[in-house]
T-cell receptor
Framework: GQQVMQIPQYQHVQEGEDFTTYCNSS?????IQWYKQRPGGHPVFLIQ?????EVKKQKRLTFQFGEAKKNSSLHITATQTTDVGTYFC????????????FGKGTLLTVNP | EAEVAQSPRYKITEKSQAVAFWCDPI?????LYWYRQILGQGPELLVQ????????DSQLPKDRFSAERLKGVDSTLKIQPAELGDSAMYLC???????????????FGPGTRLLVL
């Protein structure tokens, strides 16, 4: 089945530093979604990317979808303690069922 | 703001016992998903419903797991008998459904944390 590989598995930063997590697939993706899960919480939808080369921004968060639609990244500028959590990418490869396959996530911890 | 409801939030059971989890999706959402999330991993899809029909249960261990969504609204996931390896978070999510292909945001409930002893 389809797999999405996410790196790094863990990232610890000092508050104010930048953070990036990467998501890669061996197959072309229909679209990709990003979710954030706070410790003890449930995944919360952040954004969906559909178009090749698409870039979207949400305040300090920048999301990119690769030209070949096989990779994506999430970049956080000047991290804050509220950014702590696990960031998951989730991808669909098309089809009528719209099945999401989640990566293993990147756990971000921020030292104040 | 509408939310996905799940109960119970926590469940402790002994192996070989039966357990059941309930999910009430956001009103009007045609698609309902059950996921299992093992600590440190991403959610793994167990079963997907479109209205009352199962559209994907390829990862559901059918010898012990069952799921139903009889009236196309709320849903129940059952495990019988529970095994030690079933300890995990069980998440329910819903989305608008097939009519809105480009906006398939999934909204997750708070989950049921299961511990099998």
């Amino acid at each position: 089945g389809q797999q999405v590989m996410q790196i790094p598995q863990y990232q610890h930063v000092q508050e104010g530093e930048d953070f990036t997590t990467y998501c890669n697939s061996s197959t072309t993706l229909s679209n990709i979604q990003w979710y954030k899960q706070r410790p003890g919480g449930h995944p919360v939808f952040l954004i969906q990317l559909v178009k090749s080369g698409e870039v979207k921004k949400q305040k300090r968060l920048t999301f990119q979808f690769g030209e070949a639609k096989k990779n994506s990244s999430l970049h956080i500028t000047a991290t804050q303690t509220t950014d702590v959590g696990t960031y998951f990418c989730a991808a669909t490869s098309g089809g009528s069922n719209y099945k999401l396959t989640f990566g293993k996530g990147t756990l971000l911890t921020v030292n104040p | 703001e509408a939310e996905v409801a799940q109960s119970p939030r926590y469940k402790i059971t002994e192996k070989s016992q039966a357990v059941a989890f309930w999910c009430d999706p956001i009103s009007g959402h045609a698609t309902l998903y059950w996921y299992r999330q093992i600590l440190g991993q991403g959610p793994e899809l167990l079963v997907q419903f479109q209205d009352e029909s199962v559209v994907d249960d390829s990862q559901l261990p059918k010898d012990r797991f069952s799921a139903e969504r009889l009236k196309g609204v709320d849903s129940t996931l059952k495990i019988q008998p529970a095994e030690l390896g079933d300890s995990a978070m069980y998440l329910c999510a819903s989305s608008l459904g097939y009519r809105f292909r480009e906006e398939e945001t999934q909204y997750f409930g708070p989950g049921t944390r299961l511990l099998v002893l």
